[in-house]
């Protein structure tokens, strides 16, 4: 087991942590730090796997940038969109799920 | 009881998803790799008209995926934008007043600029490019936004638009350029890689700082004819 | 030396992503985000991706924490003045 390895295993355990809270919380802000989670995980699969035998890949790299980049537009946008919502409605999360408790 | 129920169930399903991703990524790690792709890259760095692997990749290589993404940035930033109801952004509320803020702006918004462009600069031979410099160009923004100085750029106008749209723009008429000349679509015409990623990387820099800032811009709710935040409606 | 580095570091990822979910304080939470940010580029650093591990640091810890913790402040701002969640 290479130390990449290690790193892809990492980014596993991030996806099922970020997939667990994404279910469990209700808070639309700690969801969506818990869809970050995942994105983190499955960019560090990504490059652990392929890089697993030593040798550094630049195209997963440069796919893992690319991904960093539309993952932060997505976080803005979803903020702005989170932020709407509370202005309009006073409530932190879906109707369906309570009340806004953080 | 039922909700301890449901958290065990929930958490117990996403044990076993972590379980199953975990052995594939192990059998995956133990089959011989499918593809040669990273001798391919070493034989044609050279002809890539950069020595930085990951730029080349970006820029020559998989151009077309930071085109697609690009255009997924501007379309991001459109709906933000589309939603901001800042009043003004000469609003008194946002103008800090801690001096040592003020302070310390004046000497790090021009050393965040000059760090910007050598990450721009050295994204061709060494760690760098134009992602990492849009991004401490919007940094450096959101710290002017945050000590209140006025940036008349970011006020929907010509200058947003322009910004905006600039990255996606030049980067479609190169790409359109190539095809017209007749070489393939995203093809560099040979001899004038090194020329065109360093423009298309410039254009891209502006770009991303911008639609990141504008995205920083457009979260606050500050409008005075619409109620305060979290009061609801 | 550099396995138990490694296997430290990624450890160190699973905890403060727990932590991220598990704070109390939202602002705590997004704090935590931020250090996992940190440890994320530490990561990329030793899987030998240095313009990742800029990127991140740039993007995943610095912009993402400033945009959270302005809505941060402005969710805690807005709570103490509503009363009972309206009929959105």
Redesign the interface.
């Known amino acids: 087991m290479s130390?990449?390895l290690?790193?892809a295993?990492?980014g596993v355990?991030?996806c099922g942590?970020?997939v667990s809270?994404f279910l469990l919380?209700s808070?639309l802000?700690?969801r969506?730090?818990?869809f970050?989670?995942i994105g983190?995980g499955t960019?560090?699969v990504l490059?652990?796997l392929a890089?697993h035998r030593g040798v550094?890949d630049p195209v997963p790299?440069a796919l893992?940038?690319t991904g960093?980049?539309v993952a932060?537009a997505a976080?803005?946008l979803a903020?702005v969109l989170?932020?709407r919502y509370?202005h309009?409605?006073?409530?932190?999360s879906l109707?369906e799920d309570g009340?806004?408790r953080? | 009881m039922w909700r301890g129920l449901q958290v065990l169930l929930t958490l117990a399903a996403c044990a076993s998803l972590t379980g199953v991703l975990a052995a594939a990524v192990l059998s995956a790690a133990g089959s011989p790799p499918p593809s040669k792709l990273a001798e391919q890259l070493a034989a044609s760095l050279g002809r890539s008209g950069v020595e930085?692997p990951?730029?080349a990749v970006l820029l020559n290589f998989r151009s077309y995926d930071t085109l697609l993404e690009i255009g997924v940035l501007v379309i991001a930033a459109m709906a933000g934008i589309s939603l901001a109801r800042t009043r003004s952004l000469e609003d008194p509320e946002l103008r800090s007043a801690d001096t040592l803020l003020h302070a310390l702006l004046r000497w790090f918004i021009p050393l965040m600029l000059l760090l910007a462009a050598y990450?721009l600069w050295a994204g061709g031979d060494r760690?760098?490019?134009a992602?990492?410099a849009g991004?401490?160009l919007?940094?450096t923004g959101?710290l002017m936004r945050?000590g209140g100085l006025p940036m008349d750029f970011v006020r929907p106008g010509l200058l947003l638009r322009l910004g905006l749209v600039l990255g996606f723009a030049v980067f479609l008429l190169v790409a359109i350029a190539g095809a017209m000349a007749g070489e393939a679509f995203l093809a560099y015409p040979p001899g004038t890689a090194g020329g065109l990623i360093l423009a298309i990387e410039v254009v891209l820099t502006l770009s991303i700082g911008m639609i990141?800032l504008a995205?920083?811009v457009a979260?606050?709710v500050i409008n005075e004819h619409e109620p305060?935040?979290?009061?609801?409606? | 030396m550099?396995?138990w580095l490694?296997?430290f570091?990624?450890?160190a990822?699973?905890l403060t992503?727990?932590g991220?979910?598990l704070s109390r304080d939202?602002f705590r939470?997004?704090v935590m985000?931020m250090a996992?940010g940190l440890l994320?580029a530490l990561?990329?650093v030793?899987?030998?991706?240095?313009?990742?591990?800029?990127?991140?640091v740039?993007?995943?810890a610095?912009?993402?924490g400033?945009?959270?913790l302005?809505?941060?402040s402005?969710?805690q701002?807005?709570?103490p003045?509503?009363s009972r969640?309206?009929a959105?």
């Open positions: 130390p990449e290690v790193y295993l990492a355990g991030l942590i970020g809270g919380l808070h802000l700690r969506l730090l818990a970050n989670l983190s960019f560090l490059v652990g890089q550094p790299q893992v940038l960093i980049v932060i976080t803005a903020v989170i932020r509370f309009l409605t006073g409530r932190t109707a009340d806004g953080s | 930085n990951v730029t990450l760690p760098g490019g992602f990492q991004a401490v919007a940094a959101v945050l990141l995205l920083f979260a606050p305060e935040e979290g009061t609801g409606s | 550099s396995w490694d296997v570091l990624a450890s990822l699973l992503a727990v991220v979910l939202l939470a997004v985000f996992f994320m990561a990329w030793r899987l030998r991706a240095p313009d990742v591990a800029l990127a991140e740039a993007i995943g610095g912009l993402t400033v945009l959270l302005d809505a941060v402005h969710f701002r807005g709570k003045e509503r969640p309206e959105g």
